[in-house]
């Protein structure tokens, strides 16, 4: 690849981002981020502390002393130095990532680890802001949906494997509260950009999604200077 990349792909909570930005970002050899995953190490290290997720001051202190890297490897992550990969991933964490998450001091800590990774890196970038916020200048923007039924049981499939058990209409009504927070919070709502392409992934596999991204990547890069294999 001879020109630095950046991917983003946003949308709601289960919609299919992480499998999908993890296969694009290996077709075309680009560093995958999952920037959720940065407000749920947040969220986990609040939990830990017992600090509220409405402290707004204590929170965005937390967030500018976190230590957050992205490990060799599939999308893991670690927190002052400790792999939480898998602690993250809990249904009480998701929501507070969510709560954490509406708060502009954490966001602007987060947003500038997220710029400062694409700086020397192809990037393809998943969350809620990226292609509307953290990079508006992106070579390509997709906004990834599903019905929340649909993602509620995606959600419930990958917990399960997991070995998380949680009951079906909890989940769906997490989401639901998930998807409201996200979409309605003053800081950097979810929200499709203007230039995003909408992809609705309810009745499409994982591999016809990858190839409607791929062609899309190729087409706004048919300079010839950019080539994604
Ligand atoms: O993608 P996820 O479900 O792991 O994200 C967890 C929460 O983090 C989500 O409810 C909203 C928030 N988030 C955000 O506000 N901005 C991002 N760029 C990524 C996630």
């Known amino acids: 690849m001879s020109k630095r990349l950046i991917v983003a792909i946003d949308g709601p909570a289960g919609a299919g981002k992480s499998t999908l930005a993890r296969r694009v970002a290996e077709r075309i050899g680009a560093v995958y981020i999952d920037t959720g995953a940065m407000y749920r190490a947040i969220a986990l290290w609040a939990i830990r502390q017992g600090i509220p997720c409405d402290d707004h001051h204590r929170l965005e202190s937390l967030t500018n002393h976190a230590r957050i890297e992205f490990l060799p490897g599939h999308g893991r992550i670690a927190l002052n130095g400790e792999?939480?990969?898998?602690?993250?991933?809990?249904?009480?964490?998701?929501?507070?990532?969510?709560?954490?998450?509406?708060?502009?001091?954490?966001?602007?800590?987060?947003?500038?680890?997220q710029r400062?990774?694409?700086?020397?890196?192809?990037?393809?970038?998943?969350?809620?802001?990226?292609?509307?916020?953290?990079?508006?200048?992106?070579?390509?923007?997709?906004?990834?949906?599903?019905?929340?039924?649909?993602?509620?049981?995606?959600?419930?499939?990958?917990?399960?494997?997991?070995?998380?058990?949680?009951?079906f209409n909890d989940l769906r009504q997490q989401i639901e509260e998930r998807d409201s927070r996200d979409r309605n919070r003053a800081a950097s709502p979810l929200l499709q950009a203007a230039d995003a392409t909408y992809l609705d992934s309810s009745n499409l596999s994982p591999e016809d999604v990858e190839e409607e991204i791929l062609?899309?990547?190729?087409?706004?890069?048919?300079?010839?200077?950019?080539?994604v294999s």
């Open 83 to 113: 792999d939480v990969s898998s602690a993250i991933r809990t249904p009480e964490v998701a929501t507070a990532a969510s709560q954490v998450a509406a708060i502009s001091g954490v966001r602007k800590a987060l947003v500038t680890i």
């Open 116 to 167: 400062e990774i694409a700086t020397h890196a192809s990037v393809v970038m998943e969350g809620r802001d990226i292609g509307s916020v953290v990079f508006p200048d992106a070579d390509i923007k997709i906004y990834l949906d599903a019905s929340t039924d649909i993602r509620a049981r995606r959600r419930a499939a990958e917990l399960a494997e997991k070995q998380i058990q949680v009951d």
């Open 215 to 227: 062609r899309i990547i190729r087409s706004k890069t048919s300079n010839g200077k950019v080539l």
